[in-house]
């Protein structure tokens, strides 16, 4: 069942305050790992039944507009 109360929803400001630190406090060698742990803290409540991560790392190679991975989850 889907609501409409607000009260339901997650808090994408919370969430993106931890995903600030968590870049902030950290080194990543591999987007695959950045990707990882942005992701695990998507997936801590209970509430996320899908997501979607996608991390992009403009110019990291060369000839290339970009380099990115992608990752998504679903219960």
Not at 7 to 25: F, G, M, Q, W
Not at 37 to 43: A, P, Q, S
Request: charged residues 25%; glycine residues 0%; aromatic residues 6%.
């Amino acid at each position: 069942m889907q609501s409409d109360d607000v009260s339901d929803a997650y808090n994408y400001k919370i969430l993106t305050k931890k995903i600030i630190v968590l870049v902030e406090n950290n080194r990543f060698n591999l987007l695959e790992k950045l990707a990882n742990d942005v992701m695990r803290l998507i997936t801590e409540s209970d509430a996320v039944i899908s997501a979607q991560v996608i991390i992009d790392k403009p110019h990291a190679l060369r000839f290339a507009d970009s380099v990115a991975i992608e990752l998504n989850f679903s219960k």
